[in-house]
């Protein structure tokens, strides 16, 4: 994927999701989600939401800092913070976004494989 930082559409979804996050609007993010969004390295619990997740381990703060970072390809994905590209050993949150049938998804919010939760 060639850097797509600066395009209108991309910036405009980045703005609505920052917002919905800010606001812990769950129907906002849950349609700003691809199907298939990954938060989680394991199986979650039966039961168990993204946004739940995101509550009992206060990662709110985490995933609004990162939405304020700076954005650059990584294969299919246009991901922050840009140390996830650049060092492969690289274990903090990360954010993806990637485009779904012409449109701009977030695709996932994980820590780095491996980096203790």
Do not use: C, H
């Amino acid at each position: 994927m060639q850097d797509q930082s600066g395009d209108q559409s991309f910036q405009s979804f980045l703005g609505r999701l920052r917002i919905a996050v800010k606001k812990q609007d769950q129907a906002m993010l849950t349609s700003l989600m691809t199907p298939d969004f990954g938060y989680r390295w394991d199986a979650p619990p039966e039961g168990e939401s993204v946004f739940q997740y995101w509550s009992m381990n206060d990662l709110w703060p985490t995933l609004e800092g990162l939405l304020s970072q700076r954005f650059v390809p990584n294969g299919s994905y246009m991901v922050a913070p840009p140390q996830v590209v650049k060092d492969p050993n690289f274990k903090g949150y990360r954010v993806g976004m990637r485009l779904l049938r012409g449109s701009w998804q977030f695709a996932y919010f994980v820590p780095g494989e491996g980096a203790p939760r």
